[in-house]
């Protein structure tokens, strides 16, 4: 046998007792290891398939209590909506609130159509876009009856330029406005409105017959 043979199979020997030497000692403590992973494998996965499951279930009971409320049938609807609020499932929970809160206004119930409204805004575990879509249905449910100061402080922060819903914030406080008989202050949220360009075409069209109606009231230095 050659030196260089011989030097390999010494450091073969080596390596082979020192690999027997640390299975001596951690053996036990890789093997829990591995069987730990599995485990946390095995539950991740079964916690996804019990989230898919629950959101399933979830989606069609909104479905449903949507199909009813649509129907008329507004105590199921509210039952079915509850139902949903309790199922545990995050999204739907909160889609069956606003949803439940969306059919109560247009029944006329405003005080309870704002009171989960509210709800759902002061949120912290619900996502911030929904919480803001909460304070804005609210508010349009509030337009015929609250001040504008009040309109303004429930709205504050999301009439910046770069908000999404600068355009609803300001369509709220023109029709505040105009009720108050400030048609000036009215004018003013409809111009900004209509020079917008990234305005919806619905709301567009809105503020132009608004701005028609209340033209003839305009101070002549605004006309």
């Not at 079964?46 to 009813?68: D, P, S």
């Not at 909460?134 to 303004?152: G, K, P, Q």
């Amino acid at each position: 046998m050659s030196d260089d043979g011989l030097f390999r199979e010494v450091d073969e020997e080596v390596r082979r007792d020192k690999l027997t030497q640390i299975w001596d000692r951690f053996g036990t403590l890789i093997i829990a290891g591995c069987i730990g992973i599995v485990v946390l494998v095995g539950s991740y996965k079964g916690w996804q398939y019990w989230q898919a499951q629950l959101a399933e279930k979830a989606g069609m009971e909104w479905y449903n209590a949507i199909t009813l409320s649509a129907a008329g049938k507004t105590a199921e609807a509210d039952a079915a909506f509850d139902e949903i609020t309790k199922s545990g499932h995050k999204g739907y929970s909160v889609l069956a609130k606003l949803s439940q809160a969306a059919r109560l206004g247009q029944d006329r119930n405003t005080a309870e159509a704002v009171r989960i409204y509210d709800g759902v805004a002061a949120d912290t575990a619900v996502d911030q876009p929904l919480r803001n879509l909460a304070r804005i249905r609210a508010a349009y449910l509030l337009v015929d009856t609250d001040s504008v100061a009040d309109l303004t402080s429930r709205l504050s922060g999301l009439d910046g330029s770069n908000s999404s819903w600068r355009h609803a914030v300001r369509e709220i406080l023109a029709l505040a406005h105009v009720r108050a008989a400030d048609y000036k202050a009215a004018d003013e949220q409809l111009k900004l409105i209509l020079a917008d360009p990234a305005t919806p075409a619905a709301m567009r069209t809105r503020t132009v017959l608004v701005a028609a109606q209340i033209q003839s009231a305009l101070p002549p230095s605004t006309n």
